[in-house]
C-alpha cells in the first residue's frame, strides 16, 4: 500500500515537468546521431531547419558575433535550400552567450526550460555555448525553404532581443 501510494506522488510531482518539456523537446533528444546506418532520417534539435551538416561537404562560411547589446550581427542571413552553411559564431562580448537554431517555438520552449536551470549548456549539433572572446562552429545543412530563427538562450537574453532569422530559398 504504501509503496502505491509512493508510486502515485511520484508520477504526480513529475508529470508537470514531462509536460513543459512537451512532445517537439523530447522527441530531439538522443536520436540524433543516426545509430547503425546512415539512412537513418535526421530527427533531432531544429528538424524543421535541416540536419547537421556533413564536415566533407562544401559549406559556405557566414560570421556572427554576438555582443553584450543582445544582438547578433547579421540578425537576417539568407541561405539557398541545400546549402551547407559553416557559422563561425563569435563573442565580442564580457558575457556568455549561445546561438541556437531552431523555430521561434523552439526556442522560446527551451529559453522557458532555461530559466529554470540556467546551468544548462547545449551540447547539440545546431547549438553552440560561447565564452567571452572566443569563437565556437555549428555546421548546418538547410534542406527545407521557409523561414527561421536562431536566439541566445541565456536567461534573459532572448527576451531582451538576442535573435535573429535565417531566410531559405
Ligand atoms: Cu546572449
Known amino acids: 500500500m504504501r509503496t502505491i501510494l509512493l508510486a502515485a506522488l511520484a508520477f504526480t510531482l513529475t508529470a508537470p515537468a514531462a509536460a513543459l518539456a512537451g512532445p517537439g523537446h523530447s522527441a530531439g533528444h538522443g536520436h540524433a546521431h543516426g545509430h547503425g546506418g546512415a539512412a537513418v532520417p535526421y530527427e533531432g534539435h531544429a528538424a524543421a531547419l535541416g540536419e547537421p551538416g556533413d564536415p566533407k561537404a562544401k559549406a559556405r562560411t557566414v560570421s556572427v558575433t554576438m555582443t553584450d547589446e543582445m544582438r547578433f550581427q547579421p540578425a537576417l542571413i539568407h541561405v539557398t535550400r541545400g ?19 531552431g523555430t521561434m517555438e523552439e526556442l522560446l520552449e527551451h529559453a522557458a526550460v532555461m530559466e529554470k536551470h540556467p546551468e544548462m549548456e547545449h551540447d547539440d549539433p545546431n547549438a553552440v555555448t560561447v565564452e567571452p572572446g572566443k569563437s565556437k562552429t555549428i555546421l548546418w545543412k538547410f534542406t527545407r525553404s521557409g523561414s527561421f530563427d536562431y536566439g541566445c538562450l541565456i536567461p534573459g537574453h532572448l527576451g531582451g532581443g538576442m535573435k535573429g532569422r535565417i531566410v531559405v530559398r
Open 83 to 101: 546549402e551547407t552553411i559553416r557559422f563561425v559564431v563569435k563573442n565580442a562580448g564580457k558575457a556568455k552567450h549561445e546561438m541556437t537554431l
